[in-house]
């Protein structure tokens, strides 16, 4: 693993208070192979009555729907990778049990097979696959979730909690969700919620068109196929006086990291192709110090191909009463902060702020992202603040994520 | 006070090292400039118990404990590779020229330089890399996990990824790592 790290300015004059801001960068190491891994995909599709609902290219939702995962099947590796596929409305259905994966035309003939009808009861198969299916060693597991409805049946309320619950158990288990809906019906904030209690790396996106299920599922299987180290652990800790205001992580989305006390932590099943970054804002007493300060550790451990591995190293800013010394503030952090700042922003309906944000860090793609998507339907803001969270910081990472 | 950053928004005064305004989360105008990134140092990677160490690929410039920098690249085939200051006049060129950090220091009453002409050689035997001192100035190595030594001339000691090595004496110096 390569650990790079990046002030926002090294040099800062003498002064009672500063703001450190660091940019931490975790990247694969070039010369080394990635792990090669097995992956243990289990598939959680919606062919809830609503499915039947026109999609993009003329096909209806679960046509299209059924199209990509079964384009997508060919990234899979026969006699390595596992594959489960469950539906559900109502009630579930196991189409494909724990399969190590062999003749690709069987799969495509089960989800063929597949009909819509019923409501949405999400919690069973999500039980199915965190307790039916049984772990499988040496290998990549995730749980890939597809609806386009509330989850109500018996009850919204009760189904939510349920599946919250079952949320938790996947983060104590540590098997990731990837967590995919269409349309407008189904409850943005629960499946973001879901996605971000079951933790190690899960996240949600919005489909706007659900052929395009197919990128994302070839996008996710080339990522966990490229993962390179294993069980990443971070943790930041800061020095006596210093304050941590604020921690972010980007891979696979933007996300706040809770600060407890002088502490963040972090981790992450596998580092893939995209590595991993995080960007933490801190408030210094510095008290008029003179020369080196340190401000945080940083630790890290993680399981190579080679054996264990962990890493420390020292945040230190310096101050200096030599203004020729006194460093401009880096490029990459200030355009990290402007436009971490420009996603919260549009999450939060500011769009006139995040447009600004994205403008002054020159992240006019993002711009205009906003001012086109911000002014459309629901549908278009959904994914906008999917584009958001991916895209905004996709220039510190090592190859953008989601298409 | 020196430093403070203006907000031409709100017009307070905001700290050193901010970028946004404390105040009205305005983005503040600040100079902007590329950084060299710290490399992370492999020092405390861990390595089974059989394993000696690991061989590095390059040196990195070591500033304030970290390695900001990575310097030049270790020789990858069995040749030695000297290390110092570039003399036109006595025709030395070593392979890996460090005159951009030989700083001209007083020593006693004599002027000396943190590095010298010919200060080391690193060699690669059977695959292992090895430091040499050669003579001038003052070279000192610092295996992982244990203490500073001096190498005097003609004395080696093994690299390992890191590995530092210090060239130059109390009154001026550079550091690298293994990495
Ligand atoms: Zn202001």
Excluded at chain 1, 385 to 401: L, M, P, S
Excluded at chain 2, 10 to 30: H, M, R, T, Y
Excluded at chain 2, 72 to 99: A, N, S, W
């Amino acid at each position: 693993m390569q650990v790079e790290l990046t002030l926002g300015q090294r040099y800062l004059p003498i002064t009672d208070e500063a703001e450190v801001i660091f940019l931490l960068r975790l990247l694969r190491d070039s010369q080394k192979q990635s792990a090669d891994l097995a992956l243990d995909l289990r598939k959680i599709l919606d062919r809830s009555g609503s499915m039947d609902e026109p999609a993009d290219g003329g096909l209806t939702r679960i046509q299209a729907l059924k199209a990509a995962v079964n384009e997508s099947l060919s990234l899979l590796r026969q006699g390595k990778d596992r594959l489960c596929i469950v539906v559900f409305d109502d009630t579930m259905k196991v189409i494909l049990d724990p399969t190590i994966v062999g003749d690709i035309n069987a799969i495509k003939k089960l989800i063929d097979g597949v009909r819509t009808g019923g409501s949405t009861n999400l919690s069973n198969p999500l039980r199915y696959t965190l307790e039916d299916v049984k772990p499988m060693d040496g290998s990549l597991p995730k749980i890939i979730i597809f609806t386009d409805g509330n989850v109500n049946a018996p009850s919204a309320a009760a189904e939510e909690r349920a599946c919250l619950e079952l949320a938790r158990q996947a983060n104590r288990l540590g098997i990731p969700f990837a967590v995919f809906g269409t349309g407008i019906d189904y409850n943005e904030k629960f499946l973001k919620n879901m996605a971000e209690v079951a933790g190690h790396g899960s996240y949600f996106e919005h489909v706007k068109q659900v052929g395009a299920m197919r990128l994302r599922l070839e996008d996710e299987m080339e990522n966990l196929k490229s993962v390179q180290d294993l069980d990443v652990r971070i943790g930041i800790t800061a020095e006596p006086v210093v304050e941590i205001l604020e921690a972010f992580k980007y891979v696979p989305q933007q996300l706040a990291l809770p600060v407890s006390g002088k502490i963040v932590k972090d981790e992450f099943p596998g580092l893939d192709v995209r590595g991993q970054a995080y960007l933490i804002k801190t408030k210094v007493h510095a008290g008029k110090a003179v020369g080196d300060f340190k401000i945080a550790t940083i630790a890290l451990s993680w399981q190579g191909v080679a054996g264990a591995g962990v890493k420390s190293m020292n945040v230190v800013v310096n101050f200096t009463a030599d203004e020729k010394l006194i460093s401009p503030v880096d490029k990459t952090v200030r355009n990290t902060v402007l436009n971490t700042e420009g996603t919260k922003a549009t999450l939060s309906g500011q769009y006139n702020r995040a447009q600004t944000l994205f403008t002054t860090s020159g992240n006019t793609g993002m711009a205009k992202k906003v001012e086109t998507l911000a002014k459309s339907d629901e549908d278009a803001k959904r994914t906008l603040r999917t584009v958001t969270v991916t895209e905004a910081n996709k220039g510190i990472i090592g190859k953008k994520g989601a298409k | 006070m020196a430093g403070e950053i203006k907000c031409n928004n709100c017009g307070l005064d905001n700290k050193p090292g901010a970028i946004l305004c404390e105040v009205c989360s305005e983005p503040l105008e600040v100079t902007v400039g590329a950084s060299v990134p710290i490399i992370a140092s492999s020092s405390a990677a861990h390595t089974p118990a059989s394993a000696v160490g690991i061989i590095g690929r390059a040196c990195g410039l070591v500033v304030g404990g970290n390695v900001i920098d990575r310097e030049f690249e270790l020789p990858k085939d069995d040749f030695g590779f000297t290390i110092g200051r570039t003399d036109l006049d006595q025709g030395i060129i070593p392979d890996v020229d460090l005159t951009k950090f030989a700083e001209k220091v007083k020593i006693g009453q004599d002027v000396g330089y943190t590095v010298s002409r010919k200060q080391a050689i690193i060699i690669r035997r059977m695959g292992r890399l090895y430091l040499r001192a050669i003579g001038g100035a003052k070279t000192m190595i610092k295996p992982q996990n244990t203490d500073w030594k001096e190498l005097l001339k003609d004395q080696e000691e093994e690299i390992l990824v890191g590995s530092r090595f210090r060239f130059g004496g109390s009154e001026g110096y550079v550091i690298f790592e293994v990495v």
